[in-house]
C-alpha cells in the first residue's frame, strides 16, 4: 500500500516563529488532507489540497502532486497551535476511499 | 447543526465482552469511515461504507464488524476477537461522486477493555 512520512517527528518553537511540516507520500493521490488533532483528540480539518496551493490565515499548504510531497506552513506560532498535526491520503482513482494517514509531527509552541 | 456524533465518549468493557460504538452523520454524505487510534501513532482504517447496505474492510478489520441499514448511521462492533481493542476509535464521513471527497471526523470513543 501506499506509505506516508511526516517530518519532523517533533518540533518544539518560540511564540512567533515560523514552520514547515512536510508530507511524502510514495504513489499519486486522489485525496490529500492536513489536520490538526487537539488535546481531547479531535480532528479539525486544515486543508483538503489533492494539488496546488491554499492559504487560510496564518496557516498554508502546498502540495506538489508531481513530486509527492506536501508541505503545511505554519507563520507567526502561537501556544494554541500546539498539537499534533497529521497527513493523510487516499490513492484510490476512484475516491471516497479510506486515508491512509502519517504518524504525525507532535507540535510543542513555547510561550 | 450539521455534524457527526459518536456515543459514548468513554467506555469501558471487560474482556470477552462485544461491545458497539455509534456513529452518526447529519450532513447528508453518502460514505463513511472507522478508524482507530493507538497512543503516539496515526489513524489506520477499519471498515468504509460508500452506501447504504454496502461495506469494505479496511486495513485492521480482524474482530470488528459493522453494518450499514441507513445513511445516517455506521455502528461498529469490538467482538472478543479482536486481540488488543483499546484504542481510541473515530468515525468519519464524506461526499461520493463529486470533486472533492474530504472527509470530517467525529469526536471519538476512547474504549478501555480489561
Known amino acids: 500500500g501506499i506509505q506516508v512520512e511526516q517530518s519532523p517527528p517533533d518540533l518544539i518553537l518560540q511564540e512567533g516563529a515560523n514552520s514547515t511540516l512536510r508530507c511524502n507520500f510514495s504513489d499519486s493521490v486522489n485525496n490529500l488532507q492536513w489536520f490538526h488533532q487537539n488535546p481531547w483528540g479531535q480532528l479539525i480539518n486544515l486543508f483538503y489540497i489533492p494539488s496546488g496551493t491554499k492559504q487560510n490565515g496564518r496557516l498554508s499548504a502546498t502540495t506538489v502532486a508531481t513530486e509527492r510531497y506536501s508541505l503545511l506552513y505554519i507563520s507567526s506560532s502561537q501556544t494554541t497551535d500546539s498539537g499534533v498535526y497529521f497527513c493523510?491520503?487516499?490513492?484510490?482513482?476512484?475516491?471516497?476511499?479510506?486515508?491512509?494517514f502519517g504518524k504525525g509531527t507532535h507540535l510543542i509552541i513555547q510561550p | 447543526d450539521g455534524g457527526i456524533t459518536q456515543s459514548p465518549k468513554y467506555l469501558f468493557r471487560k474482556e470477552g465482552q462485544n461491545v458497539t460504538l455509534s456513529c452518526e452523520q447529519n450532513?447528508?454524505?453518502?460514505?463513511m469511515y472507522w478508524y482507530r487510534q493507538d497512543p503516539g501513532q496515526g489513524l489506520r482504517l477499519i471498515y468504509y461504507?460508500?452506501?447504504?447496505?454496502?461495506?469494505q474492510k479496511g486495513d485492521i478489520a480482524e474482530g470488528y464488524s459493522v453494518s450499514r441499514e441507513k445513511k445516517e448511521s455506521f455502528p461498529l462492533t469490538v467482538t472478543s476477537a479482536q486481540k488488543n481493542p483499546t484504542a481510541f476509535y473515530l468515525c468519519?464521513?464524506?461526499?461520493?461522486?463529486?470533486?472533492?471527497?474530504?472527509?470530517?471526523f467525529g469526536p471519538g470513543t476512547r474504549l478501555t477493555v480489561t
Open positions: 450532513l447528508n454524505h453518502d460514505a
Open positions: 461504507s460508500q452506501i447504504v447496505n454496502d461495506f
Open positions: 493523510a491520503v487516499d490513492p484510490s482513482g476512484g475516491g471516497a476511499d479510506g486515508l491512509t
Open positions: 468519519a464521513s464524506s461526499t461520493r461522486g463529486t470533486d472533492s471527497y474530504e472527509q470530517y
